[in-house]
C-alpha cells in the first residue's frame, strides 16, 4: 500500500503478557518514529530510527519498552510483562529523511487495551 | 511540563466562517512546525507547517501564523466546512539532531452546517 501500514488494529492482552506491535513504513522513507497517545492526551514521542544511526530512545518510558528495525524498513515495538497504564494507541510514523523539513506521515495506530 | 499547549479543547464554528485554532510554546530551540488533523479510529493526517524563519504559510483554505516572540502559533480555516471537523493536533520539532515531535493535547473542531 502507498501509506504507513500498522498490524494488529486492535490488541487485547492479559497484564503481565508480552506484545508485539508491528510497522510497515512508506517504501523508501528512511526515517520512522513510534508514538502512543492515551486517553485524552497527545501524542507522545517513544522512538525514532534514521537509517542506520543508532536509534533516539529517549521517549521510551521504561526497560520494558524496546524497538528494533529490521534492514532499514519493518519495525517492531516490544512491550513485555505489560501494564495497564500501557494501555493506549500506539502509532508509527515515516518521513523520506530525518533531518529536513518532511512532514511524519503516520498509520491507523494499534489500540493496545490491558485488562 | 507541557512544551506544547493548546488551551482550547474544543471550537464550535459555523460553516463559512472562520476557524481559528491556537498553540503555544514554551522551548525557543523549535524549528519546525505542524498542524495535523484527526478523525476517529484514524492516524493523523498532515495538514500544513511552517518553518521556524517564516511567519506564514498559506495552502488553499488552511494558512498557518507563526509568532516566534510571542511563541505561539496558529490555524486559520477559511471557510470552514463540515467535513473539517475533526482533531486538530499542532506539533514542534527540536532543532539539531532528533527529528522528534512534540505534540499539544489537541483541539476537537466541530463545524456546523
Known amino acids: 500500500g502507498a501509506g504507513v501500514s500498522q498490524s494488529p488494529s486492535n490488541k487485547v492482552t492479559e497484564k503481565g503478557k508480552d506484545v508485539e506491535l508491528r510497522c510497515d513504513p512508506i517504501?523508501?522513507?528512511?526515517?520512522l518514529y513510534w508514538y502512543r497517545q492515551s486517553l485524552g492526551q497527545g501524542l507522545e514521542f517513544l522512538i525514532y530510527?534514521?537509517?542506520?544511526?543508532?536509534?533516539?530512545k529517549s521517549g521510551l518510558p521504561s526497560d520494558r519498552f524496546s524497538a528494533e528495525r529490521t534492514g532499514g524498513s519493518v519495525s517492531t515495538l516490544t512491550i513485555q510483562r505489560t501494564q495497564q497504564e500501557d494501555s493506549a494507541v500506539y502509532l508509527c510514523?515515516?518521513?523520506?529523511?530525518?533531518?529536513?523539513?518532511?512532514?511524519?506521515?503516520f498509520g491507523d495506530g494499534t489500540r493496545l487495551s490491558i485488562l | 511540563d507541557q512544551q506544547v499547549k493548546q488551551n482550547s479543547p474544543s471550537l464550535s464554528v459555523q460553516e463559512g466562517r472562520i476557524s481559528i485554532l491556537n498553540c503555544d510554546y514554551s522551548?525557543?530551540?523549535?524549528?519546525?512546525f505542524l498542524w495535523y488533523k484527526k478523525y476517529p479510529a484514524e492516524g493523523p493526517t498532515f495538514l500544513i507547517s511552517i518553518s521556524s524563519i517564516k511567519d506564514k504559510n498559506e495552502d488553499g483554505r488552511f494558512t498557518v501564523f507563526l509568532n516566534k516572540s510571542a511563541k505561539h502559533l496558529s490555524l486559520h480555516i477559511v471557510p470552514s466546512q463540515p467535513g473539517d471537523s475533526a482533531v486538530y493536533f499542532c506539533?514542534?520539532?527540536?532543532?539539531?539532531?532528533?527529528?522528534?515531535?512534540?505534540f499539544g493535547t489537541g483541539t476537537l473542531l466541530a463545524v456546523q452546517p
Open positions: 506539533a514542534a520539532r527540536y532543532g539539531g539532531a532528533t527529528n522528534k515531535l512534540i
Open positions: 510514523a515515516s518521513s523520506p529523511g530525518g533531518h529536513f523539513n518532511q512532514p511524519q506521515h
Open positions: 530510527f534514521q537509517g542506520n544511526s543508532a536509534p533516539d
Open positions: 522551548n525557543s530551540m523549535f524549528d519546525y
Open positions: 517504501s523508501g522513507h528512511t526515517a
